[in-house]
Every structure is written in C-alpha cells, then in structure tokens.
C-alpha cells in the first residue's frame, strides 16, 4: 500500500454508534489504505475513550479537549482532567475546541473562556490545535489571533468560511480541514476555497461518524470514505488523486506527528 497511504485527520470512533462493529469497522479502514488516524475527543468521558483507542490500536492517535458545545461540564476541577489527560502518550493536538454560535449563542462568554484556557494549555505544551468554529468568524478569529503570536496554529477543521477567512487563517499558520460537506451539491462557497487554499495547508478528514459524503450523505460515515473526498479536490485543483494523498499525508505529519 505504499504511496497510497491516507491519514484520516478528524474522527470519533468513540462515538456509540459503532459501539456494534467497532473493530470491524477499524480493520475496514487499515484495509482502505488508512494507517494514520486522529480520534478526536470532544467531552470528558470521550477523552477517556479516545486514549484507550489509541492505547489499543497503533495506528489511533489522540486528540484531547472539550467541545465547544459541552463547555458546560467544565469547571475548576475536572479542568484539571483536562490538562493530566492531554500529557498522556500518542496526544498529538487539543481539540476538539472552539466556539458554536449555531447551536447556543447565549452563552458566548462561558464559551470563550474555555476556548481560551484550552488555547493557553496548547501554548503551554507546544501542541497544535483542532478548531471547531460555526457562525462564529470574527471572536474565533479574535482568539487564534491573539495565540498566534505566541506560535499556536492548527486547523480548522469542517471549513464552512469565506475564501477571505481562509486566506487569514493561512497567513496565521493554519491548515483547512476538508471533509464530506466538499462532495455537497450546494458546495459552491467550500469549492471556492479548496480552489483558493495550496494544497500543502489542506487536511483530509471525514469527522465521522457524521458528514457522509455523497453518495453516502445521510448515513453512518467513515474513514474508508476518505478516497471521496480526496478524488473531489483533485477535480476541484485539476491535480492527480495520487498527489492529494500524498501531500496531505505529508501535511498531516507535518503539523501532528512532527516532534
Ligand atoms: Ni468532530
């Protein structure tokens, strides 16, 4: 499988709903040609489950932090939770962390204050981090502004954005996570960007099991779906299939896997 290695960069195959298949569904993917994924923990107890992935399977790496959506568990205390499980091993980025504006935006305060601390803990421990970041542009923007300066970057993972956003983010350092939402017939605005963005920042990721590509939309989703997504932007970038895999492995190795 050589050179047709796939990096699967944003997933949560803690998620229940492959609670029946789990093992099955993993052998799938290795058997895809997918030998590098990042599970991606968005609650207390789904860091639990992210690390022990990673403990059980060499190819499951972590992602450690606390969903802008379920902010709301936190506090003093189990914050420390946060910071002990994030220096456990295979930990290669915090996230996923953010702000979502679209599901609650009540509580834009308590949000930020988490996003923020999570944003000091990757400062602090060198670490790169995964955006999650919905009807939410400018105070995102405001606040990986303010860690860029002290050398944070990451990705911003699912990009639903403008081309301007995009072109700020680059600038600050940041990869465009693309997923199934690119293969979308009302696309047009991520098409847009994937056009504008070099392929050396672009991330392949599905997010699964949500966001199925076409012809899959709808139902559960999975890393062995990758070959969609990169066959989509290789349309878009008039550039090989080959070529997407490899650069975007490289990218993904470049930014998590580098020290
Ligand atoms: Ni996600």
Known sequence: MKGLAIF??????????????????????FDKG???????????????NTLELARNYDQIYAAIGIHPDEVYELNENNFQKVRELSLKDKVVAIGEIGLDYHRDDHNKDTQR???????????ALGKPVIIHSRDACEDTLDVLREFAHQGVRGVMHCYSYSVETARELLKMGYYIGIGGVVTFKNSRKLIEVVDEVPLERILLETDCPYMAPT???????????????????????????????????K???????SK
Do not use: C
């Open 8 to 29: 699967e960069t944003h997933a949560h195959y803690d998620d229940k709903s492959y609670d029946v298949d789990r093992d099955e569904v993993l052998r799938e993917v």
């Open 34 to 48: 997918v030998d590098r994924i990042i599970n991606v923990s968005s609650d207390l107890r789904s860091m639990e």
């Open 113 to 123: 204050h988490w996003f923020e601390r999570q944003m000091q803990l990757a400062s």
């Open 215 to 249: 012809p899959y939309r709808g139902t559960r989703n999975y890393s062995g779906h990758l070959p969609l997504i990169a066959e989509k932007i290789a349309a878009i970038k008039d550039v090989q299939y080959q070529k997407v895999l490899e650069k975007t492995y």
């Open 251 to 257: 990218n993904a190795k470049d930014l998590f896997l």
